[in-house]
């Protein structure tokens, strides 16, 4: 069953080593101006020389109003940033990995006070993690601006090398508000019907291959939000035959928004004291308002569960459902359930995140068979405190602790 995992496969025409992909991790390492750095360049090639079977790099932004509020997010709405870019997938390409882009727009889970624009939205629903104003629901115009700068975001990240380009629908950022009937209540063309809903994807799909051709187009998706009215199972189904029609590449299940906080990258506590110390949200909150929270959050808050392998039921049903390659994200740490699911499901590909930041050797050792299991223990400060800082493990330790060096 080994062999299954370590064979090299192809996926749209993209040769990958094995079938363990680094999920989209943002990296917090861009420059003040979204170009990416040579930092950034190194943890690509550390990944690479580590046998990953494939990188997707963290969420680059396709437009100023939809960059992130974490620091230093990677753009890739210039063609002055190819040749920076060009210079990254060469280096990976060296060590036969293929690299993917991941491609976003943050919508209303992003601030205004950073990107120095309104936030905005399908439809004017506060978010109430991150949003001090109300944000702009789109207008007919505005969405076919989003479009096209998707559509050129895909033309520059094919210039640039990339093998493919991955589409984020998945954890809360613009196009899942527009898929997910909670976010999106617009009774025009783009809500409403879950065609209405899918139509943003649809347009960058069939304009991206009307320019592009068979340029690989992949998605990261939710199968549930969790939320009120939000996506459920049945309907992601449904959506994942329509990116089928539409020509996308391959599907990669995930769940949940960012503003939910834990949900869709699990923790067996609530992690409340980096929570405090550095969530915009929480850090100026007085001393003695964080040490009467902080135990309560942390011991009283109960947290979503399984904290392992938690979307794999999903992504089996949106497997059966369609003909191209899925990839499952959420909670897989081990090569016994690596090799369980890629032995004894149908699913293709299975993508790891918070493993990779501890280790970015993970898969060289899990295939040479030194170690069985991640070493992360899901504390999730890597993803709290990227709000200031670039990605790092952190081991359960804030700052002034021992950081673990990636
Ligand atoms: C520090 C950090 C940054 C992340 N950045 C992204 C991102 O840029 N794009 C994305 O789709 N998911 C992002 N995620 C979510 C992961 O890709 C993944 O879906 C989630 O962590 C669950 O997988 P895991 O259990 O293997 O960590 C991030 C997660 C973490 C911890």
Not at 29 to 47: C, H, Q, S, V, W
Not at 222 to 250: F, H, P, T, W
Not at 308 to 325: E, M, S
Request: aromatic share 10%; proline share 4%; hydrophobic share 40%.
């Amino acid at each position: 069953m080994t062999n299954a995992v370590f064979e090299r496969v192809s996926l749209a025409g993209i040769h990958l080593k094995n079938r363990i992909i680094r999920s989209a991790t943002h990296e917090g390492m861009a420059d003040d101006n979204g170009f990416p750095t040579e930092k950034l360049k190194k943890l690509y090639i550390r990944l690479a020389k580590g046998g990953v079977g494939a990188i997707i790099t963290g969420y680059a932004g396709v437009q100023a109003d939809g960059k992130t509020c974490f620091v230093n997010m990677t753009m890739i709405d210039r063609d002055d940033k190819i040749p920076a870019y060009l210079e990254i997938t060469d280096a990976v390409h060296e060590y036969e990995t293929p690299i993917i882009m991941q491609i976003a727009h943050c919508g209303r889970q992003t601030r205004s006070k950073t990107t120095g624009f309104p936030t905005v939205a399908p439809s004017a629903i506060r978010d109430m993690f991150y949003n001090e104003d109300m944000p702009k629901a789109l207008s007919e115009n505005e969405i076919n601006e989003i479009i096209n700068n998707f559509v050129s975001a895909i033309e520059r990240a094919k210039q640039a090398g990339f093998d493919g380009v991955q589409l984020h629908l998945a954890h809360g950022y613009l196009l899942a508000q527009f898929l997910s009937s909670y976010s999106n209540r617009r009774s025009d063309r783009w809500g409403g019907s879950t065609e209405n809903k899918y139509r943003i994807v649809s347009e960058i799909f069939k304009r991206a291959k009307e320019k592009m051709g068979d340029y690989p187009v992949l998605v990261k998706m939710n199968a549930y939000d969790g939320r009120k009215k939000g996506m459920r199972i049945e309907e992601a189904v449904r959506i994942a035959r329509m990116l089928e029609q539409s020509g996308c590449a391959a599907i990669e299940v995930s769940c949940g928004f960012i503003s939910d906080g834990f949900y869709l990258l699990r923790s067996e506590h609530l992690p409340a004291e980096a929570v405090m110390a550095y969530t915009f949200k929480y850090k100026d909150f007085p001393g003695f308002a964080k040490a009467f929270a902080i135990p309560i959050a942390k011991n009283f808050m109960t947290q979503p569960k399984p904290l392992l392998k938690y979307n794999l039921n999903a992504a089996i049903q949106v497997k059966n459902a369609v003909n191209i390659p899925v990839i499952v994200v959420g909670g897989i740490n081990n090569i016994d359930d690596i090799n369980d699911i890629i032995g004894n499901t149908k699913i293709d590909f299975v993508s790891m995140c918070r493993p990779f930041i501890i280790e970015p050797d993970i898969v060289g050792k899990f295939k040479k068979g030194t170690q069985t299991q991640s070493k992360c223990i899901m504390c999730n400060y890597c993803a709290i405190i990227q709000e200031e800082k670039p990605l790092k493990c952190y081991y359960g330790e804030l700052p002034k602790g021992e950081p673990v060096e990636i």
